[in-house]
């Protein structure tokens, strides 16, 4: 090999830093995603192997089309009963948002955090699980608790840790726990809920025992290693845990990018551990 500099003809390199399209503040633009027709895709069976759900983790599972009606393979059926009651969460749990939110705005409370917009991610989810499933949720799933039934004046009570705290005050404001409603204590540590999960899932299959576990994160916790471990024991196996990745675009401060969203869907990751996968519009409660 001929001696040279080092370097010598050969191309720089560059490192890349992903740069968002839009920071908040700004007018978003969404229309170039692909988001397909309502009822399009087919669904497999359950029990298919992970390998059959790889397009479902690349297009967009949606139900509710703009006529307001429901279409396709994927449409659950609910009855009407059922419908008012998802979308009376809904609204519960967006009011609640706002009144809570307006009280740390005031001071009255040291930290809150919001769903608007993500109701449909959590409630729709919960009322799919049996009552005793275990979910093992983040910051931003209050509305399980309401769909299941626990008290709001509990929640209020956390929230202040007032005298009425079942916690006394050794949680942080939302970081909710209730055993008698199969809802693990809320972690302010991102993703640490996915092994918590996975493990009880395991646990649950080694006792014979019928209940699964649900868990949920957002697309920036997938970067953590807690989610990576978690996926490797859910494969290795076979726990009977969901894990549901809730992607808003943003992770507090920086964007999906950092996580990875700019090579493929966050879904796609379950490809790559052996795990069957689904890409959901989150803001389809039948879906």
Known sequence: MADRPQGHNKPSLELHVPEPKFRPGDQADFSHIDIGEAGAL??????????ETLPL???LIRVLGEDNKAHGPWDPKLDPDTLRTMLSHFAQV?????????????????????????????ISAAMALASDDMVFPSYRQQGILLARGYPMIEMINQIYSNKGDKLKGRQLPIMYSSREHSFFSISGNLATQT????????ASAIKNDSRIAATWVGEGS??????????????VYNAPVILNVVNNQWAISSFSGFAGAERTTFAARALGYGLAGLRVDGNDPLA
């Open 94 to 122: 967006r009011a609640f948002d706002e009144r809570m939110f307006r009280g740390q705005r005031q001071g009255k409370t040291s930290f809150y955090m919001k769903c608007t917009g993500e109701e449909a991610t959590s």
């Open 57 to 59: 983790c690349y297009d």
């Open 42 to 51: 087919a669904r497999p069976d359950e029990a298919c192997e992970a390998k």
């Open 222 to 235: 997938t970067a953590e290693g807690d989610f990576h471990s978690a996926c490797t024991f859910a494969a």
């Open 195 to 202: 092994p918590q999960a996975v493990g009880w899932a395991m």
